[in-house]
Nanobody, 120 residues
Framework: QVQVVESGGGLVQTGGSLRLSCAAS????????MGWYRQAPGKQRELVAT???????NSADSVKGRITIANDNAKNTVYLQMNSLKPEDTAAYYC??????????????WGQGTQVTVSS
């Protein structure tokens, strides 16, 4: 099927920046879209940003103007550049890949998550 691996999380001070990366691999026929969700302790998982294979993007109002999502279709990779980070951005960030894998219908595949902690 499809494996999803995130990297780039860490601890940063308020106002700092982080770049998350997510790579998909496996028996991928094609990718429909990729993106990021996040989940803070005690809260539901929420959308951060998504990007389609054609480059159309969508992002949450809470991060608009502070994040940039980009993909590299040749590498099946998506990047999330986060600037002006705030303590409320602290969460586990999960990458998802909507893809068709060999002998499987289109499905959503998730990574294990990478922790982002913003100190005040």
């Amino acid at each position: 099927q499809v494996q999803v691996v995130e990297s780039g999380g860490g601890l940063v001070q308020t106002g700092g920046s982080l770049r998350l990366s997510c790579a998909a691999s496996g028996s991928i026929v094609y990718i429909v879209s990729m993106g990021w969700y996040r989940q803070a302790p005690g809260k539901q998982r929420e959308l951060v940003a998504t990007i389609s294979n054609s480059g159309s993007t969508n992002s949450a109002d809470s991060v608009k103007g502070r994040i940039t999502i980009a993909n590299d279709n040749a590498k099946n990779t998506v990047y999330l550049q986060m600037n002006s980070l705030k303590p409320e951005d602290t969460a586990a960030y999960y990458c998802y890949v909507r893809a068709r894998a060999t002998e499987w219908p289109i499905n959503d595949y998730w990574g294990q998550g990478t922790q982002v902690t913003v100190s005040s």
